[in-house]
């Protein structure tokens, strides 16, 4: 699944905006509005923060 995808699904199932999910994770919103629109490879920093949030919410990405 790409970044693209796993941002959109972890939105969808927990109901957050682009917004809402910036804000819970600490990443900038403008980071998560381009993960979602740009084919681009995350800083590790940034992507941790996200992972870290998915698995604190149930959502494990293999």
């Known amino acids: 699944m790409s970044l693209k995808e796993q941002l959109i699904y972890v939105r969808r199932k927990l109901q957050l905006t682009q917004s809402e999910l910036a804000e819970k994770t600490g990443i900038a919103l403008i980071t998560i509005a381009r993960w979602e629109t740009v084919d681009i490879k995350p800083q ?9 949030f998915c698995e604190a919410n149930g959502i494990k990405f293999e």
């Open 44 to 52: 590790m920093k940034a992507y941790g923060k996200f992972l870290a």
